[in-house]
């Protein structure tokens, strides 16, 4: 009897098929970005240089596990937050020309000295955490918005953009500048630390 040999399959094209389908799986294939809340982290403390905050220069805000917000021991509504922030920001005791705030000497004594303070328990939410973030912010914003505006026109938010659009024209390093004059009239410190409970 003859035994017949199976005949072979050239798998070379085969190779070259599956090839070419993960080619076209990875081409057509849209890879979902986690998106998420940007924010930049401060550069590392230098403890040689640590600095005395004086009471008067530290707004203190915290949320307790009932999502409660207490501003400088007070209980206070998220709505008027913004508010009290701006005043707080804006006061301007000691050598401050642009501040237009009320000069009290109890509270902040320049905005480059002011620092807020915001501390939440383990069981506060997200959602309340990031709306008092988002009211702090906000009071920077205004006092960045009337500032930008008064010296050049134009708001704060409105060079921001400027920059980032590719379709800007005018002199981009011009508007860098001027966001950092801004910006240095009205830093952003916002320290954030758990609530001792």
């Known amino acids: 009897m003859n035994r017949r040999l199976a005949p072979a399959v050239n ?21 979902q970005i986690d998106s998420g809340i940007t924010k930049k982290l401060p550069p590392p403390v230098n403890r040689e240089n640590d600095t005395f905050i004086k009471k008067k220069n530290l707004f203190e805000v915290a949320i307790n596990q009932e999502n409660q917000l207490m ?25 401050c020309v642009y501040c237009k705030g009320s000069k009290d000497s109890g509270s ?10 915001l501390k939440s328990s383990i069981k506060t939410s997200y959602a309340t955490f990031i709306a008092v973030q988002n009211e702090l912010i906000a009071a920077y914003t205004v006092l960045r918005n009337r500032e930008a505006k008064r010296l050049f026109g134009k708001t704060f938010i409105a060079m921001e953009q400027d920059l980032k659009d590719v379709s800007y024209l005018a002199n981009k390093a011009n508007v860098r500048q001027r966001i950092r004059k801004i910006r240095s009239m009205y830093p952003q410190k916002i320290m954030e630390a758990e609530l001792n409970e």
């Open 11 to 31: 798998a070379g094209s085969m190779a070259d098929i599956a090839f070419l389908l993960l080619i076209f799986f990875l081409v057509t294939t849209t890879i």
């Open 71 to 95: 501003v400088e021991g007070k209980v206070m509504k998220l709505s008027d937050l913004k508010k009290v922030a701006i005043a707080f920001l804006d006061n301007g005791a000691k050598n």
């Open 108 to 117: 902040s004594d320049n905005p480059d000295k002011a620092v807020i303070s």
